[in-house]
């Protein structure tokens, strides 16, 4: 049985002294689509802010690829290959989409190569390349977060609320794109509170409620089983 990609054990974090995540156990298969669910103030994002690197834990434990990372810094876990793409995009406003784009060569990827996947992915951007991306909509400077983070080649792609304000079919659009970065390999854990699309694409699904994985399986299992707490009637 291969390694996961992503194994968090009994992990617990808090702010202050209210406890967000309350022993969170939670294993991402590599090479697979997991989508994790559930209603706002379950500590997914919180969840995300620690494997990331983002907020340390009070306690347990997070293995990359079967490597102890727990307290490691968010630059030295993308440089191992996790990447988090995060709840409200991160993009530079002020600069065009092709500017967004060439600053990722920082990492030692040439420019070429990071504009030839961006605009395989998303055809969408090269027509807007020398667009400012504070002028774009909300879907396509989606397009432009996701592109930035998949120039840093990662192994562990963390999709934090990618549907959050986006219109439906925007949403079906980029869970599209979602599952052909998945064919190329990467393995991905996407965050959603709406999650219908995302169990579309998903290989596998756990649902997050009160700080702690209730739920696991197949995204059928998931549907038939959790469908009015996670779901909330949402398309």
Excluded: W
Excluded at 32 to 52: E, F, Q, Y
Excluded at 140 to 168: F, I, K, N, V, Y
């Amino acid at each position: 049985m291969s390694v996961p990609i992503l194994d968090v054990i009994d992990l617990h974090a808090a702010y202050g002294r209210i406890e967000v995540l309350r022993g969170v156990d939670l294993s991402v298969p590599r090479g697979a689509v997991m989508a994790l669910l559930g209603p706002n103030g379950a500590g997914k994002s919180t969840l995300v802010k620690v494997v990331s690197g983002q907020k340390e834990a009070t306690s347990g434990d997070i293995h990359l690829a079967g490597v102890h990372v727990q307290a490691a810094r968010s630059d030295d876990l993308a440089r191992v290959g996790l990447c988090t793409i995060p709840e409200g995009r991160s993009v530079f406003p002020n600069l065009t989409v092709e500017e967004n784009l060439v600053l990722m060569s920082y990492a030692g990827v040439p420019a070429g190569a990071i504009l030839d996947t961006a605009y395989a992915y998303f055809p969408r951007l090269h027509e807007r390349r020398h667009q400012l991306a504070g002028t774009m909509s909300g879907g396509e400077q989606q397009m432009l977060a996701m592109s930035r983070a998949l120039a840093s080649d990662p192994a562990l792609l963390l999709l934090d609320e990618l549907s959050m304000g986006l219109a439906p079919l925007i949403v079906d659009e980029l869970y599209e794109t979602v599952a052909r970065i998945a064919e190329s390999g990467v393995s991905i854990l996407c965050i959603e509170q709406f999650a219908r699309t995302a169990l579309r694409v998903a290989d596998y699904a756990a649902v997050m409620s009160g700080g702690r994985i209730v739920a696991t399986g197949e995204p059928g299992e998931i549907l038939d089983t959790m469908a009015d707490v996670i779901l909330g009637g949402a398309a």
